[in-house]
């Protein structure tokens, strides 16, 4: 199975749908387990159904570092329990740097776009 965070990878911003993940396939965002309603709303939008592992921090306590880390010990964890993830989508560099680090088994698949007008 592959991995996808949401903001940057299932989503771009302005409504835009990005990568959208498999039926098998589980979501490990950065986003705190107070946005469950808002993200869980957005995903059934978009008609995407996958397990959802939101970051069990504060809204107000999230960093970028700590999305990081929540993400690696997801990956772990499934890990752990016999749930390899294969690839893992990630845009933000510093997450992805966490990442590589405390769960260097794991593909990351950067996704860079350019959504400028032309």
């Keep these: 199975m592959n991995g996808f965070d949401i903001d ?3 989503y771009f911003g302005n409504t835009r ?3 959208r993940p498999g039926s098998d396939d589980v979501i ?3 986003r705190s387990y107070q946005e469950a309603d808002e993200t869980f709303a957005f995903l059934r939008t978009f008609g995407i159904q996958n397990r959802v592992f939101l970051n069990p ?3 107000l306590d999230k960093t970028r570092e700590k ?3 929540h ?3 997801t990956l772990n964890t499934l890990k752990d329990q016999g ?3 294969d690839l893992f989508f990630e845009d933000d560099p510093i997450q992805a740097e966490i990442i590589r680090r405390d769960a260097p088994w794991v ?3 950067m996704v860079v776009h350019d959504l400028t007008v032309k």
């Design 67 to 69: 999305s990081g880390l």
């Design 107 to 109: 593909n990351l698949v």
């Design 83 to 85: 749930e390899i993830v």
């Design 57 to 59: 921090i504060n809204f």
């Design 71 to 73: 993400k690696a010990k």
């Design 28 to 30: 490990i965002s950065g």
């Design 17 to 19: 749908p990005g990568i």
């Design 8 to 10: 940057g990878v299932i």
